[in-house]
């Protein structure tokens, strides 16, 4: 997929920095724009270095993105991985929504190649009939209404697909079941933050992903004036604050 065919906002970006790497993902149907503030600060006030990811089938059409898999996603998330491995010596990751869920998936995969990581109102069950009934129906549409720019702060638009392919509703169900079973494999620290407002993943995911995981590390940090888009919205210096403590704390340790 040529740059040029990359809407605006969609491309992934590179933050040069020293060899601490931080790993950023956006989420279903997004852009990196969302993880672009964070990765600006963490860049800006620390010196990582700071990749945030296009994942496969984003920031084009929701067409192209319906062509995609979950696993074409991960191979985004590796790909990225892969980059920052070879410039840094410690790896962290955070990301947002679905980049939260492929967070803690790799995290799962790979625990040994994560200092500390930071899902930001992840989701590993949605806990939505309706849109669970969508992923193995033969008669639904090719779309439904996307569920973007859920942000509390007035004015504020995320970058985010309109509509939302059907074929990739299966495809993050599969990444959800696959992540909730990788749980106990996650021994990195790993800071949670959670909007109590959310109006698309149910905030009861932070509970069951603190739970679910063996960290020795673990913390809860509630992000009480946002909605979803919580990197858009109202508690984005709060998110930069935290992932920055935490994160240095990890280097500490």
Same mark, same amino acid.
């Given at each position: 997929?040529?740059?040029?065919?990359?809407i605006?906002?969609? &491309?992934p970006?590179?933050?040069?920095?020293?060899?601490v790497?931080?790993?950023?993902?956006?989420g279903?149907?997004?852009?990196?724009?969302? $993880?672009?503030?964070?990765?600006?600060?963490?860049?800006?006030?620390?010196?990582?270095?700071?990749l945030?990811?296009?994942?496969?089938?984003?920031?084009?059409t929701?067409? #192209? $993105?319906?062509?995609?898999? %979950?696993?074409?996603?991960?191979?985004?998330?590796?790909?990225?991985?892969?980059?920052?491995?070879?410039?840094? &010596?410690?790896?962290? $990751?955070a990301?947002?929504?679905?980049?939260?869920?492929?967070?803690?998936? $790799?995290?799962?995969r790979?625990?040994? =190649?994560?200092?500390?990581?930071?899902?930001?109102?992840?989701?590993?069950?949605?806990?939505?009939?309706?849109?669970a #009934?969508?992923?193995?129906? /033969?008669?639904?549409?090719?779309?439904?209404?996307?569920?973007?720019?859920?942000?509390?702060?007035?004015?504020? &638009?995320?970058?985010?697909? %309109?509509d939302?392919?059907?074929?990739?509703?299966?495809q993050?169900?599969g990444?959800?079941?696959?992540? =909730?079973?990788?749980?106990?494999?996650?021994?990195?620290?790993t800071?949670?933050?959670?909007?109590p407002?959310? /109006?698309?993943?149910?905030?009861?995911?932070?509970? /069951?992903?603190?739970?679910?995981?063996?960290?020795?590390? =673990?913390?809860?940090?509630?992000?009480?004036?946002?909605? /979803?888009?919580?990197?858009?919205?109202?508690?984005?210096?709060?998110?930069?604050?935290?992932?920055? =403590?935490?994160?240095k704390?990890?280097?500490?340790?």
């Amino acid at each position: 997929m040529s740059d040029t065919s990359i809407i605006e906002g969609g &491309k992934p970006f590179f933050l040069e920095g020293n060899e601490v790497g931080v790993l950023l993902s956006h989420g279903f149907t997004g852009t990196a724009s969302c $993880m672009k503030p964070l990765g600006e600060y963490l860049n800006r006030t620390e010196g990582w270095s700071v990749l945030g990811v296009r994942l496969k089938g984003h920031g084009e059409t929701p067409a #192209a $993105m319906a062509q995609t898999t %979950a696993q074409d996603w991960i191979d985004s998330v590796e790909a990225g991985l892969q980059e920052l491995e070879k410039r840094c &010596k410690q790896v962290f $990751m955070a990301g947002l929504s679905m980049g939260g869920t492929l967070t803690l998936y $790799m995290a799962g995969r790979y625990p040994e =190649r994560f200092k500390a990581i930071a899902p930001i109102n992840a989701c590993v069950a949605f806990s939505n009939p309706d849109l669970a #009934a969508l992923a193995f129906d /033969h008669k639904a549409p090719a779309t439904v209404p996307g569920v973007g720019s859920d942000i509390k702060k007035p004015g504020v &638009k995320e970058i985010v697909y %309109a509509d939302v392919p059907v074929p990739a509703i299966k495809q993050i169900y599969g990444l959800m079941a696959v992540t =909730r079973d990788l749980l106990p494999r996650i021994t990195a620290p790993t800071q949670v933050l959670v909007s109590p407002d959310d /109006h698309i993943v149910p905030a009861r995911n932070a509970t /069951h992903i603190l739970s679910g995981i063996h960290s020795q590390v =673990r913390e809860q940090v509630l992000l009480p004036e946002s909605y /979803h888009v919580a990197t858009l919205d109202n508690d984005a210096e709060l998110i930069h604050r935290s992932v920055q =403590r935490f994160f240095k704390q990890a280097l500490a340790d």
